[in-house]
């Protein structure tokens, strides 16, 4: 049995089915979007031998709980961190929990230009999980072959071989055997936006303040001592639905993919429920300017009130219309997009 969250990344939908002959669907943690020590606790009594857990907007408040109630309990703990890096509990981020840590390959929370992963293991507290160290040893070239195979044509790495540019080929890779400098590119690209979690903060504390005042809708709040800087922010409002299409029309599209049902529909409890009608996912990118955030928290103020905090049968205020980035109304607000989230997933 694996214990894995009904609400969340739908990618695991049809792996879970297929590897797993019995799964355990937690609950969301009380005020949060992700299972807490509670719901594992509870999975693990009811004879779970493996946890997942992806946190849908990077929340890693609960992880260091989490990964001392599994390793007390000897159970296995896997951790999908492609939404999280950035993150913070104390000084560390997500990719020091877990016996299995799933991380982008190019450092940035997702939505995110590569679609390459990368494993990461503990392979002395796999051991005394009792999981067979092979099953380690041969996914981590596996997945830096991965890796490889994406980044091979990334400019900056190209200087790590010799020849013309147009001529030289990529490095080629023995079978069983990972050059170190994939190792080093993707650590690389990871440290690179763990340095970049403080302009992540920066954005998530400007949508806090401005959405606190909103009517119908509430953000989710980081405990004390962590900090959610992941792909997205997270808000609660009445009718999720409502909101992202006023959101959509004055061009600013929430991160779509991020999550969704996994548990069959009468293995859904009422929390899981509650959460998945009325959270929406803003996109969050350290590269935003004062203009963007500036945009970005105007059109959410506009698409909340004109909706009325999410209430369909709520009239809509009158309001000016949108000023653009370069300081010009915009004439018609649905053709003139200035944050979106476009193919690939970049922001």
């Not at 807490?36 to 709980?65: H, M, Q, R, T, Y």
């Not at 997945?143 to 147009?166: F, I, K, M, N």
């Not at 055997?177 to 970049?196: I, K, T």
Request: proline share 10%; glycine share 8%; net charge positive.
């Amino acid at each position: 049995m694996v214990a894995a969250p009904a609400w969340t990344r739908p990618g695991y939908r049809e792996a879970l089915a297929a590897s797993f002959s019995e799964v355990f669907w937690l609950e969301p943690a009380l005020g949060r979007l992700d299972p807490g020590p509670e719901e594992i606790a509870e999975a693990i009594e009811a004879g779970a031998k493996a946890v997942l857990c992806a946190p849908v907007a990077g929340d890693c408040s609960a992880l260091p709980a989490i990964e001392e109630l599994c390793a007390r309990r000897g159970v296995v703990f896997a951790l999908d961190g492609r939404a999280s890096v950035g993150s913070r509990v104390g000084e560390l981020g997500p990719e020091r929990f877990a016996d299995l840590v799933l991380l982008p390959a190019d450092g940035e929370p997702v939505p995110s230009l590569l679609s390459a992963a990368v494993l990461f293991g503990h392979r002395d507290r796999l051991d005394r999980a009792g999981r067979p160290r092979t099953t380690l040893r041969m996914s981590i070239p596996a997945a830096l072959r991965l890796v490889a195979d994406t980044l091979r044509y990334e400019p900056r790495l190209r200087l790590l071989w010799s020849g013309p540019s147009e001529q030289s080929p990529a490095p080629g890779l023995a079978q069983g055997r990972v050059p170190r400098w994939y190792f080093a590119a993707a650590q690389a690209r990871l440290f690179q936006s763990n340095e970049r979690w403080a302009q992540r903060a920066r954005h998530v504390r400007d949508l806090h303040l401005h959405s606190s005042h909103l009517p119908g809708s509430s953000s989710i709040e980081d405990p004390a001592g962590s900090l959610a800087a992941g792909a997205s922010f997270p808000l609660r409002v009445t009718d999720a639905r409502l909101v992202r299409r006023k959101l959509a029309e004055l061009g600013v599209h929430c991160v779509p993919g991020l999550a969704d049902w996994v548990a069959p529909q009468g293995a859904r409890g009422p929390r899981a429920r509650q959460l998945a009608d009325g959270v929406l996912f803003l996109p969050l990118h350290p590269f935003y300017r004062p203009d963007d955030m500036g945009f970005l928290t105007e059109a959410l103020r506009r698409a909340v009130l004109r909706s009325g905090g999410g209430a369909p049968d709520s009239l809509a205020p009158a309001l000016e219309p949108l000023p653009s980035l370069d300081g010009k109304l915009a004439p018609a607000v649905s053709e003139h997009p200035k944050l979106r989230v476009v193919s690939g997933g970049a922001a």
